[in-house]
C-alpha cells in the first residue's frame, strides 16, 4: 500500500512537477491573462476616443 501510494506521487512530481513549478505556472498564466486583458482595454479606448471624437465633430459642425 505505501509502495503504490509513492509511486502515484512520484508520476503525480513527474508529470505535473512539484508546488514551485506550480506556483510559476499560475503566476505566468496570470499574467498572460492581464496582458491580454490590458491589450483588449486599449483597443477599446481607442475605439472609443475615435468615436468620442466623430461626435463632437459632428456637434461642432451644427453649431
Do not use: H, P, S, Y
Not at 503525480?12 to 506550480?22: A, C, L, P, Q, T
Not at 510559476?24 to 498572460?32: F, N, P, S, V, Y
Amino acid at each position: 500500500m505505501l509502495t503504490t501510494t509513492l509511486e502515484k506521487k512520484q508520476k503525480d512530481f513527474v508529470e505535473n512537477g512539484g508546488i514551485r513549478e506550480r506556483m510559476t505556472a499560475a503566476r505566468l498564466g496570470r499574467r498572460q491573462t492581464q496582458n491580454e486583458e490590458i491589450a483588449a482595454l486599449k483597443i477599446r479606448i481607442a475605439r472609443l476616443e475615435a468615436e468620442n471624437a466623430a461626435l463632437k465633430a459632428k456637434l461642432e459642425g451644427k453649431a
